[in-house]
């Protein structure tokens, strides 16, 4: 292991993050162990729990990374293009790509002990929020009048029976739906949704 690694606190914690986002991304999250990492890296397994608690709480640091690409995705959409179903289907396409090439990284946000007072589990939460908020100005442009509260459920409703259908494709656990067809089993979702409230504003 390089010295300057050895030395440097923070330079382990980073070496560590990188190591553990690469054992999830071939081997999925189950395979990330105290005993793999420290093999990794060239350090004893007691090394690992001076710099984090747990593997949940590395975990969670890899979850900010992924949480931060998934925005990236959708902060990359044309929200000025289209109609607002469009720009929905945007953002669906956005977050589909990202499971179809990412799932080990994607399971790992779900996966695992949350410590829903750790500053780490706050920020994740934080920014999962900001992105329940590109829908919710798109769901507020189709219903002007609903109320914020409204708005904000049926943004995590949409998100919800997303996330649902791309839990059961990419667990196989559903042998009719599949990441080649999906899309369009999306779009009749988001077309209905969008139908819904339009006719309740």
């Avoid at 780490?120 to 929020?129: C, F, G, K, M, Y």
Wanted: hydrophobic share 45%; net charge negative.
């Amino acid at each position: 292991m390089p010295k300057k690694i050895r030395e440097s606190r923070e330079e382990l914690r980073n070496a560590m993050i990188a190591t553990a986002e690469r054992v999830i991304v071939s081997d999925g999250v189950t395979a990330l162990t105290a005993r793999r990492l420290a093999s990794e890296l060239g350090i004893a397994v007691g090394t690992t729990y001076n710099v984090f608690k747990d593997m949940s709480s590395l975990v969670e640091e890899v979850n900010a990374l992924t949480i931060a690409r998934i925005t990236e995705g959708i902060s990359g959409v044309d929200a000025s293009a289209g109609s607002d179903e469009d720009i929905l289907m945007c953002y669906a396409d956005a977050y589909i790509g990202f499971v179809t090439e990412n799932q080990n990284l994607w399971a790992a946000l779900f996966h695992g002990e949350v410590h829903p007072d750790s500053p780490s589990h706050q920020r994740n939460l934080a920014n999962t929020l900001k992105l329940f908020g590109f829908l919710e100005t798109t769901l507020s442009s189709i219903a002007p009048q609903a109320d914020k509260e409204t708005v904000a459920a049926s943004a995590r409703a949409l998100w919800a029976a997303v996330h649902g259908m791309l839990s059961l494709v990419a667990g196989n656990r559903h042998v009719i739906l599949g990441l080649g067809d999906i899309r369009e089993t999306i779009r009749v979702l988001v077309h209905n949704h969008v139908a819904g409230m339009r006719a309740g504003s």
